[in-house]
């Protein structure tokens, strides 16, 4: 069981190692090392301040003890010295370890942004669902305990741990052996009140893990429940026309609230655990105030000790009984660390799993070629669970000619659509697309950054690609000249468009990008139609020689070549005409 603890524990810690030693290994390892070097520097400071401290505590109640007015007031204005220099330094210690955190925050951030979106990650994760629920907070928030956590408690642990090698000596000295008779024999216990102080600890660290144990699942299902409740509330405002022409509030507000309640019923089961280890910590603290006197008290009394070595001997007790109590007064902050750790594990793990899927796992190829069309060669699509929806297809799209993609809802055409875009990984085949060929797909529903309008046109170019005539020029083409004086205005413009105007948008968008190969998914189907025949003569006149492959329903959005989505046996052929 212990051995079994040990390699669990052992297992972890590499894990949080591989985690936080590539900011240490990185571009930024010169700044990082020597923050870090002057923070532990600071921090061996203060503990020799501590040791002075201890020291003066000693001469300062002998002054007072022996009515020695002169050393009285020498000793408060050391004092006063010692921890005006107490003060800066702790300030400073505390501003430099923030400014390693933030540095550490944002170099991590920028990784884990880069690695969720590298490869599409972001979109597999979605598709897969491998248990990563809210990758937003993970690397907003859960990045952040981390970096936090992992610097406060690893630097409070060495600074406990200089401490401790700095006061055990002291506390050995000061209080001396302790004899007394057992049996008709004389005992003799070396600097017993460092036994003292280890034993006191050890009680206090197995009861308090057996107290508060139950805080680190709780921690990591609070932090999930949290963040589902501000994904709701997110969505709630991204749908916000959708609900109220739907009359969704009540849905809407049950669903809230229900999410609600969970973040209620975890919080009551943390506040509940968190009382039975504040009421054992803060009792243990308590005892440890009178503890060394308990102990020390005697030897006082019969005139072994001075006053100033009791109230020594009292401070030294404390500081090592505070060191080997790191872990009870911790346990809150590393139920915490822990948690979030845990869940960073996890997205990293799932993030890793996925890329080297992407990398090994056999899926759609789409690779460049010297060749006028773009071609599917044995394309199979299927879903996440594996069930075939179109099985070995092949075509070719012409530059320069239009095609209509036809069949009923759920055949699989918006994932044909997906597998030429290169962002479907579930299926086999080989898709070959001309080499330097640019490709622009408009989904049904437009995405529309919340930006100024000139950036929401350009996406995903960035502002500045186009200039404001062109743009102008466009939006009065698919019929949104009015809003040609509104570059500047920022907006979240889901909200202020209509769907037919959000579609006239991802069309102005295309008239700029000018692609070798537009592919239409529905993207005028909330036009009405002599807005839509606008928007298909913009795009004729405008893209001549573009490959247009448009999906539709029945008659379909433009006229040309078709290729049909046939049900047969559960699935679907592609048939062309």
């Known amino acids: 069981m212990e051995a079994n603890v040990f390699i669990r524990a052992r297992s972890f810690l590499g894990k949080v190692w591989n985690l936080a030693s590539p900011y240490w290994r990185s571009e930024e390892r010169g700044t990082a090392w020597a923050l870090l070097a002057a923070i532990v520097a600071i921090s061996m400071g203060l503990v020799y301040m501590l040791v002075l401290l201890n020291d003066w505590q000693r001469q300062f109640f002998n002054a007072i003890e022996a009515r020695q007015y002169e050393d009285f007031f020498a000793l408060l204005l050391y004092f006063s010295f010692l921890a005006a220099v107490f003060i800066v330094a702790s300030v400073y210690r505390t501003y430099l370890q923030q400014m390693l955190e933030m540095r550490w925050r944002i170099w991590l951030t920028k990784q884990y942004l880069g690695d969720w979106l590298g490869e599409q990650a972001f979109y597999r994760l979605e598709l897969a669902g491998r248990g990563t629920d809210n990758p937003d907070q993970r690397i907003a928030e859960d990045l952040r305990l981390f970096t936090s956590n992992t610097l406060a408690l690893g630097l409070g642990l060495l600074r406990e741990a200089v401490t401790l090698a700095s006061f055990v000596v002291i506390l050995w000295h000061v209080s001396g052996p302790l004899r007394f008779d057992l049996g008709g024999s004389a005992v003799t216990i070396p600097g017993y009140m460092v036994w003292a102080a280890l034993a006191y600890a050890i009680v206090g660290s197995v009861l308090t893990h057996f107290v508060g144990r139950p805080l680190i699942g709780l ?26 022409l739907y009359r969704g509030e009540a849905p809407e507000r049950r669903s809230l609230l229900d999410r609600l309640e969970r973040v209620r019923e975890n919080w009551w089961a943390l506040m509940l655990y968190t009382k039975r280890l504040g009421t054992f910590t803060i009792g243990y603290n308590q005892i440890a105030v009178v503890f060394p006197y308990f102990v020390a008290g005697p030897r006082y009394f019969t005139g072994a000790i001075t006053l100033g070595e009791l109230t020594q001997i009292a401070n030294a007790f404390g500081q090592v009984q505070s060191s080997l109590s790191w872990f009870v007064d911790s346990y809150g902050a590393l139920a915490n660390w822990k948690a979030s750790v845990d869940r960073l594990l996890t997205f990293h793990e799932a993030l890793q799993e996925t890329h080297r899927e992407i990398r090994e796992a056999p899926a759609i190829r789409r690779e460049p070629a010297v060749a006028p069309a773009l071609c599917a060669e044995d394309l199979t699509l299927a879903l996440p669970d594996g069930r075939v929806i179109l099985a070995d297809a092949s075509f070719c799209l012409e530059p320069g000619e239009r095609v209509v993609v036809t069949g009923p809802s759920g055949s699989g055409k918006s994932t044909l659509f997906r597998a030429l875009a290169g962002i479907w990984p579930f299926g086999r085949g080989r898709i070959v697309v001309p080499e330097g060929a640019r490709l622009l797909f408009l989904p049904q529903k437009p995405y529309i950054p919340i930006a100024s309008l000139r950036e929401a046109v350009s996406f995903p170019a960035v502002a500045g690609t186009y200039s404001d005539d062109d743009i ?106």
């Open 219 to 244: 921690n990591f299902r609070q932090e999930r429940v949290e963040a589902d409740l501000r994904f709701g509330l997110v969505r709630l405002r991204e749908h916000a026309e959708g609900i109220a």
């Open 472 to 577: 102008r020029a466009a939006l009065d083409a698919v019929g949104l000249g009015g809003f040609a004086d509104r570059l500047d205005e920022t907006q979240n413009w889901s909200m202020r468009l209509s769907g037919g105007e959000q579609q006239k948008l991802a069309i102005a968008r295309a008239l700029l990008a000018r692609p070798d190969w537009l592919f239409l998914d529905e993207a005028t189907s909330a036009m009405d139609p002599a807005a839509q025949r606008t928007a298909l003569a913009a795009l004729a006149a405008r893209l001549p020689q573009a490959t247009v492959v448009s999906i539709a329903h029945g008659e379909g959005e433009l006229a040309g070549r078709r290729l049909a989505f046939v049900p047969e046996n559960g699935m679907a052929r592609l048939a062309a005409g």
